[in-house]
């Protein structure tokens, strides 16, 4: 049973840059793809960023709103999953959850992960 742990949110000004990382614990982490998804109020949580497990490669994807701001990475040392956020913009205010499958490979389809984080509040102000 994996057990994820997001920190490194908080408050930003538009154009400035935070680091969340999800750590786990209670399993192989290095084999298990790691997307992270965010939920702002009133809408659906959508896919961010993902990562595919160690034993795949080291391939990432990214939502089109996000790609060339946002970098996601993994210490598999630390079992720890970083998502590097730059240049942040209003619209990127919301809960960010990380998420792991079983499955190595990346799906942008919340439903396909199997252990969540609780979340952690990001607020970008204008």
């Given at each position: ?9 908080g408050?930003v ?10 750590s ?11 997307g ?16 595919v ?18 970098t ?5 040392a ?21 998420a792991?499958?079983r ?24």
């Amino acid at each position: 049973q994996v057990q994820l742990v997001e920190s490194g949110g908080g408050l930003v000004q538009a154009g400035g840059s935070l680091r969340l990382s999800c750590s786990a614990s209670g399993g192989t982490f290095r084999s298990v793809a790691v997307g992270w998804f965010r939920q702002a109020p009133g809408s659906e949580r959508e896919f961010v960023a993902g990562i595919v497990g160690t034993s795949i490669g080291s391939s990432t994807y990214y939502a089109d709103s996000v790609k060339g701001r946002f970098t996601i990475s993994r210490d598999n040392a630390q079992n720890t999953v970083f998502l590097q956020m730059n240049s942040l913009k209003s619209e990127d205010t919301a809960v960010y959850y990380c998420a792991a499958r079983r499955f190595g490979i990346v799906n942008m389809i919340k439903s396909a992960y199997d252990y969540w984080g609780q979340g952690t509040q990001v607020t970008v102000s204008s």
